[in-house]
């Protein structure tokens, strides 16, 4: 992969959708690759109280397979030139993207901000906000 390559965390919503373009715009402006990551988050289960009927583990992997079709699937849509990668990682998500960002040296992060404001913004996990403050490379944030 190219250094310095723009990240797109996605959760493959409308909303991060729309943030993609605004990644490829930027990655073909500085010539770089596009590195495209989608964080699964870790299935929570007791087996002491029976709840799942499959372990964690198989819903983990359940999950990752899913993720990755649709990877796939988005793959297949984005007609693009520039070199793209995909990583699928595990955990919570605002902490996934800043690692990615930090470890490989991205130029920047692009990623979609679910837009919520009030109450609904203290009830809910901002991870665009949490990236922004995070990342050590530019963050630009998409509504």
Known sequence: MVSNAILWP?????TASHALRYAVEMANLYQVGLKILHVVPRPMGDENFMILAITPEELA??????AAE???SLLAKLNTDLQV?????MGE??????KEANEFD???VVIASHGYSGIRHFLHANVAEAVANGAKCPVLVVK
Do not use: L
């Open 93 to 98: 998500a605002a902490d996934e993207i800043i």
């Open 70 to 72: 649709k990877m796939k």
């Open 61 to 66: 992997k359940s999950m990752e397979e899913a």
């Open 10 to 14: 996605t959760d493959f919503s409308e």
């Open 106 to 108: 991205m130029g920047m």
């Open 85 to 89: 990668e995909t990583k699928i990682r």
